[in-house]
């Protein structure tokens, strides 16, 4: 079975401070990772996508992908209490003809003030 | 990215009843998608609306209790049937214009009561 696993947290940082969330998962054969972010009461909101071996950054987000040790990580520099969510992992897993997305059940994380 | 929307946004709804739900894609999409998720957990894939063939369910999910249409490439619809208090939850639809393993855009959601 195919499956994403993540720290359930929650992971507490100050503001300011640098987030790092984990992810892992079983699929050797996944090209494509995805990090979402979801507030409580809302839907998963996409923040970073990665399919190559290495960093990639987007302002405040760097993705990292690690194929080798089926391993992908999002960092969160400069943390604010409005980063302070629900992060979802997830990774594209090909299944006949259309594949589809396994997500993690998430990691919290609090920003304090 | 596509902008979702889904109708109702929240339901309350009595044992042994059903409710459809209806999402909209502002364009043209490849795929769209079913996902529930119950609180406190990740989310959990329904099935893959086809259009214009049967919708694909994942383990555990069966079409005579989550019936799903496709009719075009901006519209599905899921309903719950012969509704329980355990399928209280939230779901949501998911659309891309990839792959099912590509990048996937959300819904804002339903959130479904059964009494």
């Known amino acids: 079975q195919k499956e994403v696993e993540q720290n359930s947290g929650p992971l507490s940082v100050p503001e300011g401070a640098i987030a790092s969330l984990n992810c892992t998962y079983s699929?050797?054969?996944?090209?494509?990772f995805f990090w979402y972010r979801q507030y409580s009461g809302k839907s998963p909101e996409l923040i970073m996508s990665i399919y190559s071996n290495g960093d990639k950054e987007d302002g405040r987000f760097t993705a990292q992908l690690n194929k080798a040790s089926q391993y992908v990580s999002l960092l969160i520099r400069d943390s604010q209490p409005s980063d302070s969510a629900t992060y979802l992992c997830?990774?594209?897993?090909?299944?006949?003809?259309?594949?589809?997305?396994?997500f993690g059940k998430g990691t919290k994380l609090s920003v304090k003030p | 990215s596509a902008v979702i929307s889904q109708k109702p946004s929240r339901d309350i709804c009595q044992r042994g009843t059903s409710l459809t739900i209806q999402c909209q894609v502002d364009?043209?999409?490849?795929?769209m998608f079913w996902y529930r998720q119950q609180p406190g957990q990740s989310l959990t894939l329904i099935a893959t609306a086809n259009q214009g063939s049967e919708a694909t369910y994942e383990s555990g999910f069966v079409i005579d209790k989550f019936p799903i249409s496709r009719p075009n490439l901006t519209f599905s619809t899921l309903t719950v049937s012969n509704m329980s208090p355990e399928d209280s939850s939230i779901y949501l639809c998911?659309?891309?214009?990839?792959?099912?393993?590509?990048?996937?855009?959300f819904g804002p959601g339903t959130r479904l009561t059964v009494l």
């Open positions: 699929d050797r054969g996944s090209q494509s």
């Open positions: 364009s043209q999409v490849t795929m």
């Open positions: 997830a990774v594209g897993v090909y299944g006949g003809s259309q594949g589809n997305l396994i």
């Open positions: 998911s659309a891309g214009s990839g792959s099912g393993w590509d990048t996937q855009y």
